[in-house]
């Protein structure tokens, strides 16, 4: 709202503003009304705008005092003066554009803690100001007060309130002696003689008045009094005891009651200059600015040496908008001159550039800094790379994206490769700060191409803070790469010998556990942390095992989160509660059979407890731990005959060649009962009359299968080659032959039920039949036997075994072969 009425106010009045003004700034004591503004060419310039209502009927007494300020602070340009960039009369209104300040006794309240060397600096300016005044330029000011005193963003003190200023050589006006009455502040502190005697007495003693005005001046500051209204008398400034004991002699001459005795400004300047009143080293500096381009090159380090000195004591801004530009001045002429002398002490420019900016407006740090460091990285000279290197996390932030890495990771990426030691240490720290500006191509590829060679650095130390490098870029590094990238990483560090990059390496696995899925801590995390639970080293073993911990931790957590039970193995094949697999056509068992494999009262393999508690649950049960060739031979039978259904086809004749290989003989391990009697054995059914059987009947089985030990198998021509059953033929003295013609001149009839292609073990079946000659299973009397039937050995010193030969056939009676 006061934007618009300024901007309508300045229409209607028919002039048009250079600047716009905002929002209004206090200003005691003042007839001016005070205001922010912003030039309409370019934003970034601020200044202070000084208003004056020539409509306001309050101020009708005070139009000649704003209209002599004009006009001697158009005229006056000395440094101290109030800088004026524009002016601007109306019918209406009086403006005065100048650089952006603040009253005295507002900045004095907003920077209660300012020291002293700070408002003994402001004394000098103002001090010397008034010396310029009277002896250059001739003229009395008249109308010094805590209220016309300004600052700038840099801390200096500025001269305002001329609204009284007489030239004592040509001035018809006269100002001071016609219009003092007029003015709200002259009378607050006015020397005994104009309080006596009226202000023409000045003119015998000019600029005495001034002097004692100045020194009024410096007993409010340090009495912290920033109203002179508030002064009773004259007699308060006789009070000494809140001022400086170095100050006191000098201000006591400022304030003696005769204007002869009085010591004018330009005399207290030469005191103080000459004592410790304006020695202090804020106030030398202040000096040695001016001429700081004219000082050889020894006078410059010295100087910028004393800067550090300046930071407790120094007034806010002073260092960022006074001495940076000075300093950014003095470090283009030296890089221009391109001596190594030069080269020296702009790296010391520079180191104290950077180290005051800290607090600059981010619109100055781009138009002075910024370009400052962005030439200062292309430069060859090592001390000016370190400087910036070791600065860069503080002024990284205030740098643009496309600043960093359009123009500045280019050369840092030099550092990588140079011969000093510190340039590479120093330039692996400085990634850290500019990590979150890189493009994704800068981190992934040329970045980490930089990284993996520092791994190879013959430095202990830079291999190690590649490691926590890595770990704090982490985040940075795309999503997709990063794990293999920082495990193959870390996985070097902690084959490397130093142990503190060992060290490093478990540390940043135990960082970084979150970026790793719980896939990828069990197959290669794991792995790589676990060769460090047995290091040479203490400090790194316990680490490892709390980082080893701590991922086996994430591992059962994940773990707890996947189902218990397994309804189908990896190939999607059904599986029971035991983990076998059952037909895809249901899961009970045939005949009312039970699905419980293993579900016997007794851990015996082949026992007749086993073999009754089978039969008491209607089913074949296999108990105990089931190994080798006896798993592999129940698990192709339960599925086949859950795969076709029904029962076992009772005029088929029982043969050997209804398998591939030899019929086994079965030992008391290897039982099977019928329906009629469950403690007869499998061996019966090899009597003189062969027993025939249907496909669809489903033979009631015992206990289980034998284990491989208990069969020595082999193909037809006996060469001891695998058959499909997995074992070899063992020749034995005790081998037997089979020789009956009437079941070798049987054939084998075959039906195939509509679920014969059930899940198998081997390969795609096909249906076949042959006939066995004569000479091709033969049988022997065994040694040693004592029943009748067949009977397998013990499988130990050659004891009876089964040698069985036949014409193989390509189905094997089970739906596919083996």
């Not at 650089?99 to 907003?110: F, K």
């Not at 407006?361 to 910036?388: C, E, G, M, N, Y």
Request: hydrophobic fraction near 35%; proline fraction near 5%.
């Amino acid at each position: 709202m006061n934007f618009l009425t300024k901007t309508l106010g300045s229409f209607t009045s028919g002039y048009n503003l250079p600047f716009t003004i905002g929002e209004p700034i206090e200003s005691p004591n003042s007839i001016w009304s005070l205001y922010q503004g912003t030039s309409k060419s370019d934003s970034t310039n601020t200044c202070t705008v000084f208003e004056f209502d020539l409509r306001d009927p309050s101020k009708k007494y005070y139009v000649a005092l704003a209209r002599n300020a004009i006009k001697k602070l158009k005229g006056t340009r000395i440094p101290g003066v109030l800088k004026v960039y524009d002016t601007s009369e109306t019918d209406s209104m009086l403006h005065i554009f100048c650089e952006p300040v603040v009253p005295l006794p507002v900045y004095l309240d907003q920077n209660d803690q300012l020291s002293d060397d700070a408002v003994m600096l402001g004394v000098y300016v103002i001090a010397q100001t008034l010396k310029y005044l009277n002896v250059e330029g001739s003229a009395i000011h008249g109308g010094l007060d805590i209220s016309n005193v300004y600052v700038t963003e840099s801390g200096e003190w500025r001269l305002g309130g001329f609204e009284l200023m007489t030239s004592t050589k040509s001035d018809p006006d006269q100002p001071l002696y016609r219009l003092s009455a007029a003015s709200p502040i002259f009378q607050n502190i006015v020397p005994p003689e104009v309080s006596t005697k009226g202000v023409d007495s000045v003119k015998s003693h000019p600029y005495k008045l001034d002097s004692y005005k100045l020194g009024g001046l410096i007993w409010c500051l340090f009495n912290k009094v920033s109203d002179t209204r508030s002064i009773n008398s004259s007699s308060d400034f006789l009070k000494v005891s809140k001022l400086p004991k170095f100050l006191q002699p000098a201000y006591k001459k400022l304030m003696q009651n005769s204007p002869t005795a009085r010591i004018s400004t330009e005399q207290f300047l030469v005191q103080g200059e000459k004592s410790q009143i304006f020695n202090s080293g804020l106030i030398r500096c202040y000096r040695d600015l001016a001429e700081l381009s004219l000082k050889s090159n020894y006078e410059k380090l010295e100087f910028m040496k004393s800067l550090e000195q300046l930071k407790p004591v120094a007034p806010p801004g002073f260092l960022e908008y006074k001495i940076i530009p000075e300093l950014a001045n003095l470090f283009s002429i030296s890089l221009s001159n391109q001596q190594p002398q030069d080269m020296n002490h702009s790296a010391t420019c520079l180191y104290y550039i950077l180290s005051f900016s800290e607090k600059l407006k981010d619109t100055v740090f781009s138009k002075i800094v910024a370009p400052i460091i962005i030439q200062a990285f292309s430069l060859p000279d090592r001390t000016i790379r370190v400087t910036l290197l070791t600065s860069l996390p503080q002024f990284a932030p205030r740098l643009s994206k496309s600043e960093i890495s359009d123009k500045i990771f280019g050369p840092l990426l030099t550092g990588f490769s140079d011969t000093n030691i510190t340039i590479r240490e120093e330039t692996l720290k400085a990634v850290l700060p500019i990590a979150s500006k890189l493009t994704d191509r800068q981190l992934s590829n040329e970045l980490l191409r930089y990284l993996a060679k520092l791994q190879n650095d013959e430095s202990e130390i830079i291999r190690t803070n590649v490691v926590v490098c890595l770990c704090k870029l982490a985040q940075h590094l795309n999503s997709s790469a990063r794990a293999g990238v920082l495990i193959t990483a870390y996985n070097k560090a902690i084959k490397d010998k130093f142990p503190p990059a060992r060290k490093a390496a478990i540390m940043s696995f135990g960082q970084n556990i979150e970026i790793f899925t719980p896939e990828i801590c069990c197959s290669r995390v794991l792995s790589s942390i676990a060769p460090c639970l047995l290091d040479s080293s203490g400090t790194v073993r316990k680490l490892a095992r709390e980082v080893f911990e701590n991922y086996m931790e994430k591992i059962n957590e994940e773990a707890d989160r996947l189902p218990s039970k397994d309804d189908v193995d990896e190939f999607g094949h059904p599986m029971n509660e035991e983990g076998f697999m059952i037909s895809s056509s249901g899961s009970s068992r045939p005949n009312g059979g039970s699905s419980n494999f293993g579900s016997s009262s007794t851990d015996s393999f082949g026992t007749e407890t086993a073999a009754a508690a089978a039969a008491e649950a209607a089913g074949p049960g296999i108990t105990g731990s089931l190994s080798g060739f006896g798993y592999n031979l129940a698990m192709g039978a339960i599925s086949k005959m859950s795969g076709v259904g029904g029962q076992l086809e009772t005029d088929m004749t029982l043969t050997p060649t209804d398998s591939r290989a030899s019929t086994p003989q079965p030992t008391n391990n290897f039982g099977m009962s019928n329906e009629n009697n469950s403690s007869s054995s499998f061996v019966n059914s090899y009597s003189s009359k062969p027993a025939t059987r249907k496909l669809s009947t489903v033979a009631k089985t015992s206990s289980g299968w034998g284990t491989h030990e208990d069969f020595d198998l082999d193909e037809e021509n006996g060469d001891g080659a695998d058959d499909g059953w997995g074992f070899g033929m063992e020749n034995d003295s005790n081998e037997v032959e089979v020789a009956n013609d009437r079941l070798a001149n049987l054939s084998m009839k075959k039906s195939t039920s509509s679920n014969s292609k059930a899940s198998s073990i081997g390969t795609k079946t096909t249906t076949s039949s042959r006939k066995i000659s004569s000479n091709s299973i033969q049988r022997k009397p065994t040694t040693g036997a004592k029943k009748s039937g067949l009977k397998l050995g013990n499988g130990v010193g050659g004891g009876n075994k089964l040698n069985l030969r036949v014409d193989m056939d390509e189905d094997d009676g089970w739906g596919n072969g083996w």
